[in-house]
């Protein structure tokens, strides 16, 4: 997979600026963590990558993934995955069609959905589980039904918004170290806003503190 190219953003809140001018690429072997204060748009920047900036904000810049320009895609043909802090699973929806909402529109035929839907299932060690109800699954287990349903859409990139804040200290590290095994599998690039340096330590590539970049390797 290439990697994802942002380049010259400016974003504003309100007339202000709020994140930019930055630039930064993200490549698959080098999962980059972005930090820095409470409300100083970390989330807003993966809000702007995903197409699904709200009114007061405004943006200029440009994100390429494959010589692709994504700013010019409406956010549906955005083929991002991302996982938030919290799972969002549908809680009327058993995990079987929790993870066939995540499937692309080309996978069209019944059979294939299936199958795609069951080596989901398999890859994230929840087979057996397809029927259940997701308020019936463990912490865990509802974190890696939301990783493999952020997978499902063939992504071309990976973002994370803190999804690790809210498991406790045990699940937190083996979510955390099976997001990054699955993404380095996959050769996918991967973003994360944290506020916590162990998570951007377990991501292993550079850290963007917004109003500056910093990389711990370099
Ligand atoms: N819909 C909105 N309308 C107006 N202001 C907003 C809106 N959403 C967010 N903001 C403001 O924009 C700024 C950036 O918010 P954002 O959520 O991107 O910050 P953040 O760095 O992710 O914060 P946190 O670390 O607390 O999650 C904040 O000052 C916030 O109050």
Do not use: Y
Not at 9 to 38: E, H, K, N, W, Y
Not at 43 to 69: C, E, K, Y
Not at 84 to 109: M, S, W
């Amino acid at each position: 997979m290439s990697a994802l190219e942002v380049s010259d953003l400016v974003l504003r809140l309100q007339g202000r600026i709020l994140i930019g001018p930055l630039s930064f690429a993200v490549a698959p072997d080098r999962p980059t963590t972005i930090m820095g204060p409470s409300g100083c748009g970390k989330s807003s920047l993966l809000n702007w990558l995903i197409g699904m900036l709200p009114d007061p904000f405004t943006a200029q810049g440009t994100v390429r993934i494959d010589g692709v320009a994504l700013d010019g895609l409406p956010p549906e043909q955005r083929r991002l995955g991302i996982l938030f802090q919290d799972d969002l699973l549908f809680p009327h929806l058993t995990v079987e069609e929790n993870l066939a909402f995540g499937l692309p529109a080309h996978i069209k035929r019944p059979g294939d959905r299936r199958n795609a839907v069951r080596a989901a299932l398999d890859e994230a060690g929840l087979a057996g589980l397809a029927g259940r109800d997701p308020a019936t699954l463990s912490g865990g287990q509802r974190a890696r039904v939301a990783l493999m349903r952020a997978l499902l859409c063939e992504p071309w990139a990976l973002l994370l918004d803190e999804p690790f804040n809210k498991l406790d200290t045990a699940l937190r590290e083996r979510f955390r170290a099976t997001v990054f095994e699955t993404a380095r599998r996959r050769d996918l690039p991967v973003l994360m806003v944290s506020h916590d340096p162990a998570d951007a330590a377990a991501a292993g590539g550079p850290v963007i503190t917004l109003g500056g970049v910093n990389s711990p390797e370099n």
